[in-house]
């Protein structure tokens, strides 16, 4: 579980998103950190006995940094309002699909996810090819009872049309429309300081797992 106030920490910062707020409690920030850390350190531990290829990872292949690039956004606040890892194989920069954990109890915003959000047209291309060759193994995992009581759908990022290349008529061409292929868990607030959380976090991790092998068939 996280220290409430890690979390009390985060909250203030989406209040005070700036740079002068944060040089002033660079402590707290310091402590929350440091807490989030320990407690992603003892759950990769735990999710390699899930996904053996964890095994290799540390707390710093894994962890997203706060601060935000805002170069070429619109947004131009200076900090993430949340905590974020992503576990796969190879660390978070490697081009594998992977199981991501958000940390943003502002909102009621904290969630678990896996797959391809946005990839390259050349991955993406390729995805859509290996749902559209093995389309029966890919529905069998989405309609799975267990998985979809946890990942009841795709995030609904896709196409109106059918992509180009793609028949439109093709049987399961909605499937083949996704730009991405993401599905999400919400993670209450209250359960971030709760024991229970690592066991919630290592059950969706299992129960994705198939999900994640079968988009990490891609190559």
């Known amino acids: 579980m996280l220290k409430a106030t890690s979390l009390k920490f985060l909250t203030d910062l989406k209040k005070n998103n700036n740079r002068e707020w944060f040089a002033e409690n660079k402590s707290r920030y310091e402590a929350a950190k440091d807490d989030f850390h320990q407690f992603m350190e003892g759950f990769i531990a735990k999710a390699a006995k899930i996904e053996p290829a964890y095994a290799q990872l540390a707390v710093k292949d894994c962890v997203f940094r706060i601060y935000r690039d805002v170069r070429f956004s619109k947004n131009k606040d200076p900090y993430k309002v949340n905590f974020s890892a992503q576990l796969k194989e190879g660390g978070k920069k490697s081009g594998k699909c992977g199981f991501y954990i958000h940390i ?3 909102g009621n915003a904290s969630f678990i996810a896996g ?8 991955v993406l291309k390729k995805l859509r090819q290996e749902v559209e060759y093995n389309t029966a193994d890919f529905k069998a995992i989405l309609n799975n009872k267990t998985f979809k009581k946890w ?4 995030e609904d990022h896709k196409l109106k049309k059918a992509p180009k290349g ?3 008529t093709h049987p399961d061409i909605e499937l083949l429309k996704y730009n991405s292929y993401v599905v999400i868990h919400p993670i209450d607030t209250k359960d971030l300081t709760d024991k229970s959380l690592e066991k919630t976090l290592l059950k969706g991790l299992e129960v994705i797992k198939p999900f994640i092998d079968f988009l990490n068939e891609v190559e």
């Open 104 to 106: 943003e109890p502002a």
């Open 115 to 122: 797959g391809y959000w946005m990839p390259d047209a050349p």
């Open 151 to 154: 990942y009841p759908a795709l």
């Open 166 to 168: 793609v028949d439109p």
